[in-house]
């Protein structure tokens, strides 16, 4: 059974670096053909695909925040870790961790996590 | 990057009437990799649809995914109270990215 889980700040102040970290179970990010993205949704809005990495080490951003994120894992310890700087208010959203399945979807979510960006 | 427009932003239905969902990609989504997801309030995105017409696992089949190139439609058949809800579309063809949702809510 594949399940995943967020964990971070909840409360971010503007210019600061978000740390999300992304706890799975149930596959491994070292079998070929795996991997492991983030996906944001601000309160009332719609889906924004932010970063991906394959079980390879290989990393896919989005163009438009691609200055701002750094995607890792640690394969030992079933996580992935998403960086963004220079935090906004308009990044507050809920941030989602996400298996890839082979075929390049996302077949299975975590909970989501709230990050509220404020003064 | 690929732009997905979902028409129309809300569908107000009756539950037993069908629900005709449109994707439509600025470009040609390259082998049919097209994803459909239910979102309900408070609850994170569950997969409908993959390839464009394969149900994922445990999907009703009153949910089915239709289309190529740059149009795509979701249809559920008959709407059981459970369907009401945001549905995104999803390209992965190229990087990923997400339509804008559409809303089915009881009319």
């Known amino acids: 059974q594949i399940t995943l889980k967020e964990s971070g700040p909840t409360l971010v102040k503007p210019t600061q670096t978000l740390t999300l970290t992304c706890t799975f179970s149930?596959?491994?990010?070292?079998?070929?053909?795996?991997?492991v993205g983030w996906i944001r949704q601000p309160p009332g809005k719609a889906l924004e695909w932010l970063a991906l990495?394959?079980?390879?080490?290989?990393?896919r951003y989005s163009p438009s925040l691609k200055s701002r994120l750094t995607i890792t894992k640690d394969t030992s310890k079933n996580q992935v870790v998403l960086t963004m700087t220079n935090m906004d208010p308009v990044d507050t959203a809920t941030y989602y961790c996400a298996h890839l399945a082979a075929m390049g979807f996302f077949d299975y979510w975590g909970q989501g996590t709230l990050v509220t960006v404020s003064s | 990057e690929i732009v997905l427009t979902q028409s129309p932003g809300t569908l107000s239905l009756s539950p037993g009437e069908r629900a005709t969902l449109s994707c439509r990609a600025s470009q040609s989504v390259s082998s049919s990799y097209l994803a459909w997801y239910q979102q309900k309030p408070g609850q994170a995105p569950r997969l409908l649809i993959y390839?464009?017409?394969s149900r994922a696992t445990g999907i009703p089949d009153r949910f089915s995914g239709s289309g190529s190139g740059t149009d795509f439609t979701l249809t559920i058949s008959r709407l059981e109270p459970e369907d009401f809800a945001v549905y995104y579309c999803?390209?992965?063809?190229?990087?990923?990215?997400f339509g804008q949702g559409t809303k089915v809510e009881i009319k």
């Open positions: 999803q390209q992965y063809g190229s990087l990923w990215t």
């Open positions: 149930g596959f491994s990010l070292s079998t070929s053909g795996v991997g």
């Open positions: 990495i394959y079980w390879n080490d290989d990393k």
């Open positions: 390839g464009a017409s």
